[in-house]
């Protein structure tokens, strides 16, 4: 079954953005960036498919959904809206972090920015797993180190280019030998493990709803995640709007205006004015550090616009 359907969103969208995000980010096997175009694989209702998402004419993105049962159409886009943050308000949002000088140039500068969520809350605290202590790119290369070890692969005819795998599921990674695959840290290792087993055991482990101080203390008892772990699955997967990493090395570099960097109990002191759009001010700062960073390299080193940390 091949459905195309468009998805209005209150503009601006900052789509090159969002698309930038999701690139640099994107696990090899099972999510493609490619031109204007976000594509990724999707196991639903007992079959795998895939879908893509794309600018369309006017204040619509139009999603692409390829899967054998049309019933599911409705499950794809109950995810794809969060995942892409296509219900938020970006006038009332800029409006509101406006008032703070530094980030009012900011939005300016970036009207239309969204929080890029996540198309499975598992899937996206694995990421961020494995992504503790080392970069972005080093984390998508385990990422798809992982899928290409642990992750089902899709039958020929159901593959297009650069989708062949599922992400793996609690049950694959549970007992999985994570760490010695990987050759990571076996602590990191045996947190892919115990987070896997929880959930397996609790499938409304990354239900959002429950509001940001519950939803981070309960992410924080599970083995691995600390504050910055809990805040960053709060804010992309439980699409808590006023999350905030605040010990993010980015976040408090982009706010060193020659002084120094502000410490993270600073930043939680002044971003209390930020609230609650505290997830949309540190896209913000983050996209502005990593613009920072891109303009002082060299020319031949720069390979495009610059991407949000």
Not at 22 to 50: D, H, K, M, N
Not at 248 to 260: E, N, V
Request: net charge neutral; aromatic share 6%; with cysteine.
């Amino acid at each position: 079954m091949n459905r195309t359907i468009s998805l209005p969103y209150l503009p601006p969208y900052d789509w090159p953005a969002t698309l930038a995000y999701f690139g640099g980010r994107a696990i090899p096997g099972v999510e493609v960036v490619t031109g204007e175009t976000y594509a990724r694989t999707v196991f639903l209702s007992g079959r795998c498919g895939t879908f893509s998402l794309a600018p369309g004419q006017g204040d619509v993105l139009v999603a692409a959904i390829d899967h054998p049962d049309p019933a599911i159409v409705p499950q794809i886009l109950a995810r794809l809206r969060p995942m892409f943050d296509l219900d938020a308000d970006p006038v009332v949002i800029a409006a509101a972090l406006s008032r703070d000088p530094d980030l009012a140039r900011l939005v300016a500068e970036r009207p239309g920015l969204r929080v890029p969520g996540a198309w499975n809350g598992f899937e996206l605290a694995v990421r961020a797993i494995l992504g503790q202590q080392v970069s972005v790119n080093a984390a998508t290369r385990l990422a798809g180190r992982l899928v290409s070890a642990f992750g089902e692969p899709l039958a020929p005819e159901r593959a297009v280019a650069g989708l062949t795998h599922l992400f793996p599921t609690p049950g694959q990674l549970r007992e999985a030998e994570v760490a010695a695959t990987l050759g990571m840290p076996g602590a990191r290792g045996r947190a892919i493990n115990a987070l896997a087993a929880e959930a397996q055991a609790n499938p409304r482990l990354f239900d959002g709803g429950r509001g940001l101080d519950a939803a981070v203390a309960a992410l924080k008892t599970l083995s691995g995640i600390g504050e910055w772990t809990a805040q960053y699955i709060a804010l992309r997967a439980l699409r808590e709007p006023d999350a905030l990493p605040a010990a993010d090395l980015a976040l408090l570099r982009s706010l060193d205006t020659g002084t120094g960097r502000p410490t993270s109990v600073q930043l939680l002191a002044r971003a209390e004015a930020w609230r609650p759009w505290r997830g949309y001010a540190a896209m913000h700062l983050w996209a502005s550090d990593a613009a920072r960073i891109a303009a002082a390299l060299p020319p031949a080193a720069r390979s495009g616009p610059p991407r949000p940390a």
